[in-house]
């Protein structure tokens, strides 16, 4: 759980704590329950590809696009 000075935070990213439960309590204080969809498909959607991951490994957010 994160210090409640991260309630509401706008760049996720900022969490102390960056997991599934942080980040949808965060999304839901932020914008309600009701605007949080939850697709079934979501974890059979490949939404990056090997390229797009490995751009990103091992970087700080200042450092990618």
Known sequence: ???PKFDHVEDIA???FLNQ???VRNLCLRYGFEA???SPL???V???TDAIIYQY???RRN???
């Open 36 to 38: 949080i969809p939850v």
């Open 1 to 3: 759980m994160n210090p």
């Open 57 to 59: 490994c091992s970087k």
């Open 14 to 16: 900022d969490l102390t």
């Open 46 to 48: 490949p939404l990056y």
């Open 21 to 23: 439960a942080s980040v």
């Open 42 to 44: 979501l974890s059979k």
């Open 63 to 65: 450092e990618n696009p």
